[in-house]
């Protein structure tokens, strides 16, 4: 059961990742009025202070959800752990 846990957790972290990424998107597109810069052929040429600033948040936002799932996952486990003990 703690492999399924971990691989859930795994799933977790994905989708959150996913999501944040895309609420990062809007948010960018939303407060400067641009598309965020990706890189793409069609991309619009964008500022090195636009990019950074980006590469920052997107990396900020990616941190917090790596932890959080990280957290969330290692409780599951503990207290599936507890769970097996009173059994």
């Known amino acids: 059961m703690s492999l399924f846990i971990k691989l859930l957790g795994t ?3 994905l989708l959150a990742g996913f999501a944040g990424t895309k609420a990062v998107d ?3 597109e939303k407060v400067t009025g ?3 810069p990706k890189g793409d052929k069609d ?3 964008t500022t ?3 990019a950074l600033t980006f590469a920052l948040i997107s990396a900020a936002v990616s941190a917090i959800i790596q932890v959080l ?3 969330g996952t290692q409780r599951a486990i503990t207290r ?3 769970s097996q003990d009173i059994v």
């Open 69 to 71: 799932a990280n957290r």
């Open 43 to 45: 991309d619009v040429p």
């Open 48 to 50: 090195l202070r636009s």
């Open 26 to 28: 809007v948010i960018w």
């Open 34 to 36: 641009r598309k965020p």
């Open 11 to 13: 799933g977790v972290s």
């Open 80 to 82: 599936f752990a507890k």
